[in-house]
């Protein structure tokens, strides 16, 4: 399965990433912070650096995917969170512009949401 995963460069969507790789997965990275930044990089992954505020980047980003995991935002825990309330507001334009795209490309399998992932599996992506 092809699988975009925004946010990739964060702690929970490198692991995400790890895991999918490791099930075979075809994996699409794609985090707004520049490579050196990326808590993990895979080179087994197709990895971008992009801002998935702006719409075009969301669709040239999910062009061609079977599943999408969302979990690029604009925060940095509760200090970062009480100290930039519009910053962190920007991240509704990435949930927009993904759910677009996800449309667009006739996505079916996509979660457009902050989750927390303790186990991925395949059941987990089929069911999405």
Same mark, same amino acid.
Not at 21 to 47: C, M, T, Y
Not at 120 to 127: P, R
């Given at each position: =399965?092809?699988?975009?995963?925004?946010?990739?460069?964060?702690?929970?969507?490198?692991?995400? #990433?790890?895991?999918?790789?490791?099930?075979?997965? +075809?994996? +699409?990275?794609?985090?707004?912070?520049?490579? %050196?930044?990326?808590?993990?990089?895979?080179?087994?992954?197709?990895?971008?650096?992009?801002?998935?505020? %702006?719409?075009?980047?969301?669709?040239?980003?999910?062009?061609?995917?079977?599943?999408?995991?969302? =979990?690029?935002? *604009?925060?940095?825990?509760?200090?970062?969170?009480? *100290? @930039?309330?519009?910053?962190?507001?920007?991240?509704?334009? #990435? @949930?927009?512009? =993904?759910? =677009?795209?996800?449309?667009?490309?006739?996505?079916?399998?996509?979660?457009?949401?902050?989750?927390?992932?303790?186990?991925? *599996?395949?059941?987990?992506? @089929?069911?999405?």
């Amino acid at each position: =399965m092809k699988i975009l995963v925004t946010g990739a460069g964060g702690f929970i969507g490198g692991h995400i #990433v790890k895991k999918l790789l490791s099930q075979g997965h +075809r994996v +699409r990275a794609v985090d707004i912070k520049p490579f %050196d930044e990326w808590f993990q990089h895979f080179k087994n992954a197709e990895n971008f650096s992009k801002d998935l505020t %702006d719409k075009k980047s969301c669709f040239d980003s999910a062009k061609d995917m079977d599943a999408v995991i969302n =979990m690029a935002c *604009n925060m940095g825990g509760m200090g970062f969170i009480e *100290n @930039n309330k519009a910053l962190c507001m920007l991240s509704v334009l #990435v @949930n927009t512009h =993904m759910l =677009m795209a996800c449309k667009e490309y006739k996505i079916k399998k996509s979660e457009i949401k902050v989750i927390f992932v303790k186990k991925i *599996n395949k059941e987990s992506i @089929n069911n999405t």
